[in-house]
């Protein structure tokens, strides 16, 4: 297991830019891929990106283009720089950590990632 704790969440208005950061502790952060999840209230938790340890990334939809997940495999945090924000973007953001070696479509189910952080609210203001 690896402990995680995001941070970097806040108050923006639409069109402007945040930057969350996932701190990671316990095991080797490095030997797991990342992802970021979000929830909105009376709404089911949703992928939002993720990004393996060889720095593949994978981006749902609505956020392609807009956001950036990074990381630092020598060290942790992992990133979300989120640009140019939209009302729909709120909700609460959550670090996870997956086992690597699975394939795409794994790291977009938050039912294959064991590890969460516990969340950091976005609220976008139109």
């Known amino acids: 297991q690896v402990q995680l704790v995001e941070s970097g969440g806040g108050l923006v208005q639409a069109g402007g830019s945040l930057r969350l950061s996932c701190a990671a502790s316990g095991r080797t952060f490095s030997s797991y891929a990342m992802g970021w999840f979000r929830q909105a209230p009376g709404k089911e938790r949703e992928f939002v990106a993720a990004?393996?340890?060889?720095?593949?990334?994978y981006y749902a939809d609505s956020v392609k283009g807009r956001f950036t997940i990074s990381r630092d495999n020598a060290k942790s945090p992992v990133y979300l720089q989120m640009n140019s924000l939209k009302p729909e973007d709120t909700a609460v953001y959550y670090c996870a950590a997956a086992p690597r070696g699975l394939e795409y479509s794994a790291y977009t189910k938050p039912t294959n990632f064991g590890s969460w952080g516990q969340g950091t609210q976005v609220t976008v203001s139109s």
């Open positions: 990004i393996r340890v060889s720095g593949n990334t």
